[in-house]
């Protein structure tokens, strides 16, 4: 029996029996998909938050008030302590710097007449602009002072001002913001979210006084931007001595971009294998099936085994059919389930079209090496029962 003999004997086998086929080759196809769908959603998940970091430039640190350990994670926890305007303008005059910004943040409710909406508010200087590449659509962004001198402008977010006044230019008009009263000075362009922050949903003010608005005395985090990446870890360790000296303890945590990224990069990295090996588990019952399908096909078919041995053909050719039967139904189902799953990203990504979420070019050759191992495990058992069928007593109706 040559292979393609094999080859054609198999597949006459599985269409006689469709139905069956088809439930086993679903079954593969949705483990395929499932392992390809959440392969493409976690790498896109990882690659958001590359290109988040990445629109930032790759000169930032960032200070953290309190004293904590970052390796292997993500530089959250610790003991907080106060972190500031004067430890801000210390860090400012760093050498090496070439610009920073304070961050404090809370949030409240911006009212303009009778509509109102309650938005994260961030209380930053005139430089975070240009540190985050913030654009603005209309009028200026927060003007340049002393981050001591509070003062009472406001820039909106692009749908805080589309909810707040429709198509009317909201510049120069004033909003309160809890208590206190602003004066519109401008409006984000479209931004949508990044790391932590949806621009389109919020509103900035100057710092000092979101920290007396929010009775505040620290500030929530500083940015810092270098003139040159080489010298990153230079700066880093000058920024600490300045604010150890200052605080006379080892109080705040100056971590890289760098450092933030390999973070969040092996965490969605290690999720990714985990979803995928969750799906995985689809794929062994799948197999089973397989297995089931198989040895209820060598027990139909005794008969025809015992007269393909009966008219030469070898244990080993019979083993070799019967396995191709298997493969040829995990060969389907993975092919389905590339389709399925590929499919099922881009319905994602029809509805949400920001996130880069694709599967990887090794996703599709390892999902379709899986489907493929799968048939042959659990394919072989009862490809070599049916090798081990006697002819005599097959023919006979008779034996195992």
């Known amino acids: 029996m040559s292979f393609h003999d094999g080859l054609a004997f198999a597949w006459g086998a599985l269409r006689g029996h469709r139905l069956r086929t088809t439930l086993t080759v679903v079954g593969i196809a949705v483990g395929i998909g ?19 970091f990445a629109a930032l430039g790759s000169n930032l640190l960032i200070v953290l008030p309190g004293k904590v350990e970052t390796s292997g994670a993500a ?29 404090a943040s809370g949030a409240e409710t911006v009212r303009f007449g009778d509509l109102s909406r309650s938005v994260p508010v961030l209380g930053t200087t005139g430089e975070f602009a240009p540190l985050r590449r913030l654009h603005v659509a209309q009028g200026s962004f927060l003007p340049a002072r002393e981050p001591h001198v509070g003062g009472f402008e406001i820039v ?37 979210r990044g790391l932590g922050f949806d621009f389109d949903e919020l509103a900035l003010i100057p710092v000092r006084t979101a920290m007396r608005i929010f009775n505040r005395t620290s500030l929530f985090r500083i940015l810092v931007e270098c ?23 080892q109080d705040v945590t100056v ?4 450092a933030v990224l390999e ?12 979803l995928s090996g969750i799906a995985a588990v689809s794929l062994l019952v799948a197999g089973i099936g397989i297995m089931n399908v198989m040895l209820v096909a060598v027990t139909e078919r005794r008969r025809e085994i015992g007269l393909l041995k ?51 070019s090794w996703a ?7 489907a493929l191992g799968v048939g042959a495990l659990f394919g072989l058992w009862p490809a070599a029962r049916a090798a081990r069928v006697d002819p005599v007593l097959a023919l006979a109706g008779g034996g195992r």
């Open 34 to 52: 499932a392992v390809v769908a959440l392969t493409a959603l976690g790498e896109g998940a990882r690659r958001y938050v590359v290109q988040e």
């Open 75 to 103: 530089p959250f926890g610790g003991v907080l302590r106060d972190l500031t305007l004067e430890d801000f303008q210390a860090v400012e005059r760093v050498t090496g710097v070439k610009m920073a910004a304070p961050l």
């Open 156 to 192: 909106l977010g692009f749908k805080v001002a589309k909810e707040l006044f429709g198509s009317e230019s909201p510049l120069g008009k004033t909003v309160r913001v809890g208590p206190y009263r602003f004066r519109v000075i401008g409006v984000l362009a479209p931004r949508g």
């Open 227 to 249: 003139h040159d990446h080489r010298d990153m870890d230079t700066v880093r360790k000058r920024v600490e001595e300045v604010l150890f000296r200052r605080h006379r303890a």
């Open 255 to 258: 971590v890289s971009q760098d």
């Open 263 to 274: 973070a969040f990069s092996s965490i969605l990295r290690t999720l990714t294998w985990a």
């Open 310 to 360: 009966a008219v030469g053909v070898t244990q080993g050719q019979v083993l070799v059919v019967f396995l191709m039967e298997a493969l040829i139904l995990a060969g389907l189902g993975g092919v389905l389930g590339l389709g399925l799953g590929t499919g099922s990203v881009w319905v994602f990504k029809g509805f949400y079209p920001n996130f880069p979420a694709s599967p990887p």
């Open 364 to 370: 599709f050759a390892a999902a379709l090496s899986v």
